[in-house]
């Protein structure tokens, strides 16, 4: 059974400041999603990440893919307050469903 | 274009009474998906359907849970004799599959899901 663990579950920061969100996943796949989700809303698609090595950016939010590590990154750079919301990452192993981890709650202080 | 919708948004219900949920995915999305959102969780996968096709029900928690999609676009989740446990915000989510050699993926759009109280 696929399980997908990220930490931390909750992450406080200051404005200004980087931090590194981590996604472990335990079976091979070389597909991962990260979404976003505002309190009350939807989920948001960020990044999807095909392959080893794939490396994708959108502004303060930069994301990367180890698969063999099973090991996802999701980082971000000099936040501001506007980042404040929950972060999933999920696999995707059999192209018909998503496996998600139980998301990290950031908030950004300033 | 318009994203995957959902009704109603809230739902109360008292213990044992049946519920239904829709859901309206995008125009020409063959894929549907239903998840389950517990409170301060990630989505659990429920169902999923392949045009009008229930490919995959293993998430389904008991069989008090019914989805069908008899014409392959708009679906509905069904839920009998619901118990306090199936509080949860149910989300759908819809995709088109993209192939393209070694990146085919399958990336689902999710609509703003309804959220579930059970008394």
């Known amino acids: 059974e696929l399980k997908v663990e990220q930490n931390p579950l909750f992450l406080s920061m200051q404005e200004g400041k980087n931090y590194t969100i981590y996604c472990n996943y335990s079976t091979t796949s070389d597909r991962l999603y990260w979404y976003r989700q505002d309190p009350g809303k939807s989920l948001e698609s960020l990044f999807v990440?095909?392959?080893?090595?794939a490396v994708k950016q959108e502004g303060r939010l930069m994301a990367s893919l180890d698969t063999k590590a099973r090991l996802s990154t999701l980082h971000i750079t000099a936040a501001v307050h506007d980042l404040s919301a929950t972060y999933f990452c999920?696999?995707?192993?059999?192209?018909?469903?998503?496996?998600f981890g139980a998301g990290t709650i950031l908030r950004v202080k300033s | 274009g318009a994203g995957v919708s959902q009704s109603p948004r809230y739902k109360v219900a008292k213990r044992g009474q049946d519920v239904a949920l829709r859901c309206d995915p995008i125009?020409?999305?063959?894929?549907l998906f239903w998840y389950q959102q517990a409170l301060g969780q990630g989505p659990e996968f429920l169902t999923y359907?392949?045009?009008?096709?229930?490919?995959?029900k293993s998430g389904l928690p008991s069989d008090r849970f019914f989805a069908e999609r008899p014409e392959g676009s708009v679906s509905t989740l069904k839920i009998q004799r619901t118990q306090q446990e199936d509080s949860a915000v149910y989300l759908c989510?819809?995709?088109?599959?993209?192939?393209?050699?070694?990146?085919?993926?399958?990336?689902?759009?999710f609509g703003p899901g309804t959220r579930l109280t059970v008394l």
């Open positions: 989510a819809s995709s088109s599959h993209l192939a393209g050699g070694q990146f085919f993926y399958n990336e689902q759009f």
């Open positions: 999920a696999v995707d192993i059999y192209g018909n469903k998503l496996v």
């Open positions: 125009s020409g999305h063959v894929s």
């Open positions: 359907f392949q045009n009008e096709a229930q490919l995959d």
């Open positions: 990440l095909l392959s080893n090595g």
